[in-house]
């Protein structure tokens, strides 16, 4: 559900058109609406009334603080994984004392800024992880809140790279090690309090089952692990439930919650989650323009003035992104590759997809580009990143402005005899 929609064939963003945002602001330019975010926030946030819980935004999606202050003013926390994270939810305003820390990877400087700022409570990913932040936290003479991301050995039927709850994959600790490090930490890491048991299994999940199957097992270790003396009083559930880019049928927050709430209800815990596409995913497009068409005696090519760089998920993941014409008009049909301008073939942001034909200068809108698109951006081929707009009723914000040629060499330094 989104506030994406066509009136007399142009398609708008609420009440604002996106031919009109991008006459203004120039393309290729993300567009998001506050409305749809706002919905999707509070469908999720809604599927656990009446359960004692906190979502925590996941910032890595669309890290905009814009945003995350829109976020924040509906009462949410955020899951970070760097001190950067940390840095945009403070800038944002975001409450401090709902912010989870993930991450296989922490360093000093990160865990000690986070450790000062008084976070809600860290994931730990490591046995290694969890004696240097005890010891980060015995320096600055601090209490530490914790949680142990544990690793379920679950199998959440998407994409290898999103997949993350498997034993093959980086992230938590398996179970049985799991309870040694709570066991450990209680007995010999006086700095620390594990008070939560984490889990995150992957992302882009469109079925209930992984879910259920990796909340039975997190269950039941929460309950061992309450036996055992540990004062364990949030399950976090990580992020990962999917969203609509084609076909899928992922099911409906309120769905989700019940499962979710089947199976904790009773237990007293506070639930935790990480949501970070199904907020943002269909909150957002990227509005591109056609520069050139060109007919190749295999494939037709439609070459728009975005590219990997801006919208990396299909090249990344083969991902599927609608195309939609920004002004809809009876014409014939055209199956093309839209590609970028960038010098190499894994540039495309669709492959063999029909389309409506069009010519240049037109406009077309990548749909459900509201989640790790701008946030995965880069400047390869040194292309200034795109603009940012937020879209709220009938009027719009640029939210972060286009980059211009001197961003692209901020901190670049020629030496001395080089000169
Ligand atoms: N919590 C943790 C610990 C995570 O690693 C992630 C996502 C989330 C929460 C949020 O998951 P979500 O609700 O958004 O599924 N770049 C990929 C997605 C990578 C997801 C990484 N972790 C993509 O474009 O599909």
């Known amino acids: 559900m989104h506030y994406f929609d066509y009136r007399r064939g142009k398609l708008y963003a609420e009440g604002v058109s996106i031919e009109r945002i991008a006459r203004e602001v120039g393309t290729p330019v993300f567009i998001y609406s506050a409305k749809t975010t706002r919905r999707h926030y509070r469908a999720f946030d809604g599927?656990?009334?009446?359960?004692?819980?906190?979502?925590?935004?996941?910032?890595?999606a669309n890290s905009n603080i814009a945003i995350l202050r829109l976020l924040s003013k509906e009462g949410s926390g955020f899951d970070i994984v760097s001190g950067g994270e940390l840095f945009r939810v403070l800038k944002a305003g975001g409450d401090v004392r709902k912010v989870v820390f993930s991450g296989v990877g922490k360093r000093d400087d990160e865990i000690e800024y986070a450790i000062k700022k008084n976070i809600l409570m860290f994931n730990v990913e490591s046995p290694q992880e969890l004696r240097r932040i005890h010891s980060i936290a015995r320096r600055l003479r601090k209490k530490t809140p914790i949680a142990i991301r544990v690793n379920p050995d679950i199998d959440p039927k998407t994409h290898p790279y999103i997949s993350t709850g498997l034993k093959k994959n980086k992230f938590g600790i398996e179970t049985e090690l799991a309870i040694k490090e709570y066991?450990?930490?209680?007995?010999?890491?006086?700095?620390?309090?594990?008070?939560?048991?984490?889990?995150?299994?992957?992302?882009?999940?469109?079925?209930?089952s992984p879910f259920v199957e990796a909340l039975k097992r997190v269950v039941k270790l929460v309950n061992f692990l309450q036996s055992e003396g540990l004062n364990i009083g949030y399950l976090n559930m990580g992020g990962g439930l999917g969203i609509t880019y084609r076909d899928e049928a992922p099911p409906h927050p309120s769905s989700y919650g019940e499962a979710v709430i089947r199976e904790t209800g009773g237990l007293g815990l506070t639930l935790i989650f990480e949501p970070g596409r199904v907020i943002m995913g269909n909150s957002g497009i990227l509005a591109t323009k056609v520069l050139y068409t060109k007919e190749g005696s295999l494939k037709n090519f439609v070459i728009v003035d975005a590219a990997m760089n801006d919208l990396p998920r299909p090249s990344l993941y083969d991902a599927y992104h609608e195309v939609r014409p920004v002004v809809d008009k009876k014409r014939g049909e055209?199956?093309?590759?839209?590609v970028g301008p960038i010098c190499e073939s894994g540039d495309f942001l669709a492959r063999d997809r029909t389309i409506k034909e069009v010519e240049p200068g037109e406009l077309l809108a990548f749909m459900s580009a509201g989640a790790y698109c701008f946030s995965m951006s880069s400047n390869y081929n040194s292309r200034p990143r795109s603009a940012e707009v937020l879209v709220t009723g009938r009027t719009y914000h640029v939210i972060r402005k286009r980059e211009g040629l001197k961003d692209l060499i901020r901190g670049e330094i020629i030496p001395e005899g080089l000169e």
Request: charged fraction near 20%.
């Open 47 to 60: 599927a656990f009334r009446g359960a004692k819980h906190l979502v925590c935004y996941s910032v890595k």
């Open 183 to 208: 066991i450990h930490a209680k007995q010999n890491l006086p700095w620390l309090e594990p008070i939560g048991v984490d889990c995150h299994i992957g992302s882009q999940i469109t079925e209930l």
């Open 334 to 338: 055209l199956t093309a590759d839209i």
